[in-house]
């Protein structure tokens, strides 16, 4: 009979080579935002940290945001939890280089001295009965030297890092928390924005009639997936 509140994170929008046009400005580039935290009763999990630009760290989140050219990435698992949230954003030590891997929620976001690289792969979760893989980290963008050099992104969602062509990184998949790719070094180029989030409850049927969410069964038990923010009522 207790009703909880449910919040659905949004993903982070990503940066811009405008610094006008992104939160946090920095000499002339703006690196991304925050990812929302989701939250179910006293439970809160974090959104992943906004990509890094040049010379600008990625920043702390779940996982953290791989570093921009020539930049470190983010922490993860930030606030500190147990078991944890997720991974460190990946290091780049190349003044003119790509953009290293956001973390992931199963591993950290790969280091670049030269070329884009890959973001940290997710985690697999069983709990709806089959396993999907969540929170990739996105993929890091190309340099400005080379053509098509970009990262991927990780298993969970994760977008590409931007390469040949527009530059601009893939948006990571709504519903599975997945990292959005770093833009390219094209001057109109933008990061992906990340994938929103996802709260999933799964519970025993003969517990309650209980409807909210997007309801599945498996087994004996009913499983409740919210992708928007909502209420549910035990």
């Known amino acids: 009979g207790v009703t909880y509140t449910i919040a659905v994170g949004d993903g982070g929008v990503g940066g811009s080579n405008n610094p006008g046009s992104s939160p946090t400005p920095n000499s002339g580039n703006a690196r991304g935002a925050s990812g929302g935290n989701s939250v179910f009763a006293s439970i ?9 630009s040049s010379s600008a760290s990625g920043n702390a ?22 078991p944890s949230q997720g991974n460190n954003g990946g290091n780049s030590t190349n003044g003119n280089g790509g953009g290293a891997g956001g973390g992931g929620a199963g591993a950290v976001g790969s280091s670049t001295s030269g070329g884009g690289v890959n973001g940290g792969a997710g985690t697999a979760s069983s709990i709806t009965g089959s396993s999907v893989t969540y929170a990739g980290g996105g993929g890091g963008g190309e ?6 050099n970009n990262g991927s992104g990780g298993s969970g969602g994760g977008g590409n890092g931007g390469g040949s062509g527009a530059n601009t990184g893939s948006a990571g998949t709504n519903g599975l928390g997945g990292g959005g790719g770093g833009g390219g ?4 180029a933008k990061g992906g924005s990340g994938g929103s ?18 309801v599945t069964t498996d ?4 499983i409740h997936s919210f992708t928007s923010s909502g209420t549910f009522r035990a």
Do not use: F, K
């Not at 809160?44 to 890094?52: D, K, L, N, R, Y």
């Not at 070094?185 to 109109?188: H, L, M, T």
């Open 197 to 214: 989030g996802i709260v999933i409850i799964r519970r025993l049927t003969s517990d309650s009639n209980t409807t909210s969410g997007t």
């Open 185 to 188: 070094q094209n001057g109109s």
């Open 61 to 82: 989140g779940g996982s953290g945001g791989g570093g921009g050219q020539n930049a470190n990435g983010g922490a993860g698992n930030t606030p500190s939890t147990s």
């Open 219 to 222: 087994g004996s038990d009913t």
């Open 143 to 148: 340099d400005q030297n080379t053509s098509g």
């Open 44 to 52: 809160t999990s974090a959104g992943g940290g906004g990509g890094g």
